[in-house]
């Protein structure tokens, strides 16, 4: 027939375009630029604290003494050797000859002399001042020979000097380095677009090998989204510390892009402000450890990346002890300790966050978590220079968010002006005797009373080691060492064209898998429905089907256009560039007319091809397969519970309308309780599921999902309580639908008939009455299956559940347009073809429909 061959040649054209894909034309590259979340306050490394600093200038600009290779180990650098004398009080490095700075100024011991006493000096704002002041002082042996002198043992001083805190710099520019930086590194910087970028260009008198690459563009972009979209559109080829872990799945897919995901040094804490009641009660730290459960917030603030922590440690680090059981999530302990530290009914704080995806996720999270101990959050975002400012300057906050990502940064609890406001002598004592232990087996066993220390006193919650996610483009080769302070090497980076020319011609997709599935269903059913209705039947419903969808096509674009919001400005912000948003409107096809961009998207969707996302820059039709592996489950699951209680409400209430005054009570008994299912808010009942089932009973998780790949149980453990909270508003509108039904079946004279032959009214409502009472109950569970694929937005929310709900909440916020409109549309489809196959069920149940009468 017509319309099969049609459907099939549809299926398979969008197939052979999802097997499809197109090698980029090769090129020589020697310019790169990539993307940075944070902007730098300035450019001098041993001036200020933020991580934002080194990021940009460390190795590239300025080198130290030494670098801390792969593991943490010590290797030569600007040094090419050294000494240690007998009792550990003398450092003598032997300097690399013909070093100079990048303005000509030459390197020698005079230099390393001032550079590190710059660092100790009074006035020094040196963000490692307190391990560099262990040095006493400096003496220059020789122009290539310096001695470095300390006050006692200090068995950290050459990993500290590896750090970007101790780098070189030189008398003669070292008052201008923090917006004119000088170092000695194979990068100087030739131009900072304040708020845009930095470019870095080759050092031409760089004293070692020189870099493959010409230059270096580090660009600014602090949303997740538009960092994705910069990735996607080409605009940069690489992103150290890619601030989305919602995008990491549909990178790694992404033959263009490899992907590094890793521990890094970033402990991430719930900062407490131990100078500050109450939490200068360490009964009332202990009870927010226990308040706070680390797996929920990895779940729904880091999409399951992350490394639960139970001190100031990371996992990756020899000397690691494992203290995350010392808390576990338990409100009941949480509030038997407030009530003991004189909190009963608890109190009320605010919770500074900063404007970083991770900590305004993780932020609304813990002001749940804690609200169940007692305890009230009030959140405020500060941005990053008011959190320097007032939190890390002014120690003004009660708590806040933050990953604390230097390497070996245990020593900050020993700080007394340092923001947590810890102070604690034992500790300090535990630091004196790991400074002063040189054996690496000794060490070991301070830093494992280092970390049950500051566990034990609760300093912080310790949350979660923050992962390191490296995204670059697939043909960038040595650019990523898993160091404990250098996230790339610029100075070995390089272009493989070869790697970067071998884009994978992709097998089909999930999205395309996903459409032979479905494809296969509606093939399968409008096949029996021919056999049973004929096929002008089916072809009628077709066309009013194809009529629907173009409708809704039309209305769904039209309704879009008039949203607030340019998407490109979203993407870039408010202070882009004329130029480039210009360019990312054309890459985006948004400088073209409205009717020729609906032709086109509507071409696009009769090929099976939804479209790139805005943001993502991915293919629309993967964004929500990859989003259907949650909330189709979840759907099906809550339409199997809503129709084993409607069957059992419905089936009880009947039996007992038809018994007389005695089954009259159990009938109003149950309209009623099918009343109240529907009465109550599918959100509302969400929560109060969380809070007495997960919270209260710890049956199951309060939000979050582990995947697939964690195995089925626990899969399906996760979406118990939303589907729950889903089918029971569907499941009351379905009872009372099948319970009228029923009723009015039992009056049909077949039934009379059924029971003159012997059968019980039970059996007769079951064999006779349920199967042709189901007739009309088929299109209510039709409806009921449509709204719940299309309305589970806000239970998706309730549970941190990514799906097609999440999907469309945060395509809004983003203004990606194309991915609104492809989902909405494919929801319309799924309403239209629910509708579709009801319709055939009900012409195979009843042939009658099929010739246009009722019965």
Do not use: C
């Amino acid at each position: 027939m017509a319309w099969t061959t049609f459907l099939t040649r549809l299926v398979k054209s969008a197939v052979m375009l999802a097997a499809l894909a197109a090698a980029p034309a090769a090129w020589a590259r020697d310019t790169i630029t990539l993307g940075l979340q944070l902007e730098p306050p300035g450019l001098d490394p041993t001036a200020e604290a933020s991580a934002a600093i080194p990021a940009v200038v460390f190795p590239t600009v300025f080198e130290g003494l030494v670098h801390l290779g792969v593991g943490g180990t010590v290797q030569p650098l600007l040094a090419t050797d050294w000494t240690v004398a007998p009792d550990g009080l003398t450092y003598t490095f032997h300097l690399r000859p013909g070093v100079r700075f990048q303005d000509g100024t030459g390197f020698d011991a005079e230099t390393v002399k001032f550079s590190l006493e710059r660092a100790i000096a009074p006035g020094s704002t040196n963000p490692q001042k307190v391990a560099l002041s262990h040095i006493d002082h400096v003496n220059v042996l020789d122009p290539l020979t310096a001695a470095i002198h300390l006050k006692a043992p200090y068995g950290s001083l050459l990993q500290v000097l590896g750090w970007p805190a101790a780098v070189m710099v030189s008398p003669a520019s070292a008052a201008g380095n923090v917006t004119h930086p000088v170092g000695t590194g194979p990068y100087t910087v030739a131009d900072w677009q304040r708020g845009n970028a930095v470019t870095l260009a080759r050092n031409p008198a760089y004293w070692g090998p020189a870099p493959h690459l010409a230059s270096v563009t580090y660009r600014f972009i602090a949303d997740p989204a538009a960092a994705t979209a910069a990735l996607k559109a080409g605009d940069i080829q690489g992103f150290p510390a890619f601030p989305a872990p919602e995008a990491i799945a549909a990178l790694k897919a992404d033959p263009r892009y490899t992907v590094d995901v890793a521990p890094s040094e970033g402990e991430t804490l719930l900062a407490l402000n131990n100078r500050r009641p109450p939490f200068d009660n360490v009964l009332v730290r202990r009870a927010l450890s226990h308040a706070v459960d680390r797996q929920a917030i990895i779940q729904g603030a880091m999409f399951g990346y992350g490394d639960p922590i139970g001190s100031h440690y990371p996992p990756q680090n020899a000397g690691y002890v494992d203290l995350t059981g010392l808390y576990p999530h338990d409100v009941a302990k949480a509030k038997a300790l407030l009530a003991q530290a004189g909190y009963p009914h608890g109190f009320t704080a605010t919770l500074r966050v900063l404007p970083l995806p991770y900590a305004k996720r993780a932020a609304e999270i813990i002001a749940a978590q804690l609200a169940e101990a007692g305890v009230t959050v009030v959140l405020q975002d500060v941005e990053w220079a008011t959190w320097i400012s007032q939190v890390y300057g002014g120690h003004d906050y009660d708590m806040t968010i933050v990953a604390h990502v230097e390497p070996m940064d245990y020593d900050i609890y020993g700080r007394d002006d340092y923001y947590f406001g810890y102070r604690n002598p034992a500790y300090k004592a535990l630091l004196a005797r790991l400074d002063a232990t040189v054996d690496q087996a000794q060490r070991l066993a301070v830093l494992g009373d280092i970390q049950r220390t500051l566990a034990d006193d609760a300093v912080n919650v310790f949350l979660f080691e923050y992962p390191y996610f490296g995204v670059w483009d697939a043909g960038l080769r040595d650019i990523w060492l898993p160091t404990p302070v250098q996230l790339v090497d610029l100075a070995t980076a390089r272009f493989d064209e070869a790697g970067a020319d071998a884009a994978a011609a992709g097998g089909l997709s999930s999205a395309g898998a996903l459409a032979w599935l479905l494809s296969l269903a509606v093939l399968g059913a409008v096949a029996l429905a021919a056999a049973k209705a004929g096929p002008r039947y089916v072809a009628g419903r077709l066309a009013v089907l194809l009529l629907t969808l173009l409708a809704a096509s039309l209305a769904i674009f039209l309704v879009l256009q008039v949203i607030p919001g340019d998407p490109a400005r979203v993407m870039m912000g408010l202070s882009a560039d004329p130029a480039a948003l210009a360019v990312l409107r054309h890459q985006m096809g948004l400088d073209v007319p409205a009717p020729q961009r609906y032709l086109a998207w509507l071409a696009g969707l009769a090929r099976g091809d939804f479209g790139l996302s805005y943001t993502y820059r991915v293919d629309v039709g993967r964004l929500m397969a990859e989003r259907l592996a949650v909330t189709l489950p979840l759907t099906l699951y809550a339409v199997l519970l809503s129709t084993l209680l409607a069957v059992a409400l419905g089936t009880l209430a009947a039996l007992g309308a038809m018994r007389g005054r005695q089954g009259n009570v159990v009938d109003a008994l149950l309209n009623g309780v099918a009343q109240l299912l529907i009465a109550v808010p599918n959100f509302w009942a969400g929560t109060v599921l969380a809070l007495v089932f997960a919270a209260g009973l710890h049956w199951f998780a309060a939000g979050g999902f582990p995947g697939w790949g964690g195995g089925l149980l626990p899969a399906l453990k996760a979406l118990t309580l939303p589907a729950i909270a889903l089918a029971a508003p569907q499941a009351g509108i379905l009872a009372r639908v099948l319970r009228g039904e029923l009723v009015e079946q039992m009056g049909q004279d077949y039934v009379r008939t059924a029971r003159a032959k012997g059968l019980s009214l039970s059996q007769a409502l079951l064999r006779h009455a349920l199967p042709n009472a189901f007739v009309p109950a088929l299109t209510i569970l039709g409806m009921q299956f449509s709204f719940l694929l299309a309305g589970g937005i806000i239970i998706e929310n309730v549970f941190f559940l990514p799906g097609l709900g999440r999907l469309v909440f945060q395509a809004v916020a983003q203004r990606d347009l194309i991915v609104v409109q492809g989902v909405t549309v494919g929801l319309v489809f799924a309403v239209v073809v629910v509708t579709f196959l009801v319709d055939l069920a009900n012409a195979a149940v009843d042939p009658r429909l099929t010739r246009g009468r009722r019965p």
